[in-house]
Structures are given as structure tokens and as C-alpha cells.
T-cell receptor
Framework: AQSVSQHNHHVILSEAASLELGCNYS??????LFWYVQYPGQHLQLLLK??????LVKGIKGFEAEFIKSKFSFNLRKPSVQWSDTAEYFC????????????FGTGTRLKVLA | KAGVTQTPRYLIKTRGQQVTLSCSPI?????VSWYQQTPGQGLQFLFE???????NKGNFPGRFSGRQFSNSRSEMNVSTLELGDSALYLC???????????FGSGTRLTVV
């Protein structure tokens, strides 16, 4: 079955700490991968996406993610978090075969302490 | 450019009633998808429309339906509402040339 697992449901960090959020997927065939962020009271926003090419993807606000095909993983990283990064982060996958159906992970709530 | 607009923002309905939610995609976007977001289940795919045709459907009962108009605006309808239908319903649109969706702010439906 197609699924996306986000291992950490809640993460609490102090400002300037490094962040890594795990995402593993189970999906037949080649995939496109995404990270979305939902700030408190706001709508989902695209952080970054991977379609092909360089497995290290740079996104907005200093975020990056690495696609490791052999591990079916697409972990999100940021070297130094800020209080304003407090949000919920969602990993999503879709097939490259033309379907626009996203499978989302259950999300990780990040709280950054000032 | 204007984002994805969903109306209404909030709805309270009684069990057994039906409801229609509306979504106006970004101008030029032809793909519109709907998702249900709940604390327990997260984001669940409902359906996706492209050029007025439903291309994909999630695992929801037939009480959930949708349609897309020639101007790409979309509506979803839920009939015979149940308490478990209380959720945030999100609409997202895409140009169709890549898979990056832009999401609206959602309609929060409460069924009492």
C-alpha cells in the first residue's frame, strides 16, 4: 500500500539548533516528493520539491531535503532553526505517472523555543 | 496573483444535512484537488479534477462528490452529513505542468 511515514510527531528545539525531520515512503514506481509547511493559522505552503536530478534539494527559508532512493527517504533539514519556524511540517509523495494524488504523512509539529 | 480561494471559511451543519463547498483556483490552473484534514487521519485525498473531468478519487464514500466547471472553479458536496465529517476541507490547484500544488486556507466544517 502507498504510504508516507513521518517518524517524529512532535519536536521541540531551541533557536539555532539544527533540525532533521524524517520522512520515509512506500510507493511503487518513480515518485515526486514534497515538503509542505503549515504555520499556525495559515494554509499549507510548499517548502521544496524533488522531481529528478540532484537528490539534494534546496527550498525556501533555508530548508533543504535529501532524497535517498535506496532508503526510500526524503528527510528535511535546516542547519539553524528560528522561532518563526514553529509550524507543522508535512511530507508528501506522488507518482510520476501523471496522477495528482498526493499521499501525505501525518505531519510533524515543530516548536522552536526562543 | 490571487491565491486559491475557498468559501465559506466556516460552516456548521446538522447531521443528515448536505453541504457544498466552493474553490476558485489560481488563474490558469486547470487541476484542482480536494483534501480532508483531521487531527486523527491527517490529510486524506478526496478527488482531483482536470478540465472538468475527475481524474483521481480517494477512498471516501459516495456521499462525497465534486465537480469542476469550465472556468476551473470547483465544488465539492457532502450529502447526509455525519459527525465524523467534521474536518478542514482543503482545495489545491496546480497548473498541470508540474506537481506542485498551491493550497487554499480551507473550509472548516463542523457537524453537530
Amino acid at each position: 500500500a502507498q504510504s508516507v511515514s513521518q517518524h517524529n510527531h512532535h519536536v521541540i528545539l531551541s533557536e539555532a539548533a539544527s533540525l532533521e525531520l524524517g520522512c520515509n515512503y512506500s510507493y511503487g514506481g518513480t515518485v515526486n516528493l514534497f515538503w509542505y509547511v503549515q504555520y499556525p493559522g495559515q494554509h499549507l505552503q510548499l517548502l521544496l520539491k524533488y522531481f529528478s536530478g540532484d537528490p539534494l534539494v534546496k527550498g525556501i527559508k533555508g530548508f533543504e531535503a535529501e532524497f535517498i532512493k535506496s532508503k526510500f527517504s526524503f528527510n528535511l533539514r535546516k542547519p539553524s532553526v528560528q522561532w518563526s519556524d514553529t509550524a507543522e511540517y508535512f511530507c508528501a509523495v506522488t507518482s510520476t505517472s501523471g496522477t495528482y494524488k498526493y499521499i501525505f504523512g501525518t505531519g510533524t509539529r515543530l516548536k522552536v523555543l526562543a | 496573483k490571487a491565491g486559491v480561494t475557498q468559501t465559506p471559511r466556516y460552516l456548521i451543519k446538522t447531521r443528515g444535512q448536505q453541504v457544498t463547498l466552493s474553490c476558485s483556483p489560481i488563474s490558469g490552473h486547470r487541476s484542482v484537488s480536494w483534501y480532508q484534514q483531521t487531527p486523527g487521519q491527517g490529510l486524506q485525498f478526496l478527488f482531483e479534477y482536470f478540465s472538468e473531468t475527475q481524474r483521481n478519487k480517494g477512498n471516501f464514500p459516495g456521499r462525497f462528490s465534486g465537480r469542476q466547471f469550465s472556468n476551473s472553479r470547483s465544488e465539492m458536496n457532502v450529502s447526509t452529513l455525519e459527525l465524523g465529517d467534521s474536518a478542514l476541507y482543503l482545495c489545491a490547484s496546480s497548473s498541470g505542468t508540474d506537481y506542485g500544488y498551491t493550497f487554499g486556507s480551507g473550509t472548516r466544517l463542523t457537524v453537530v
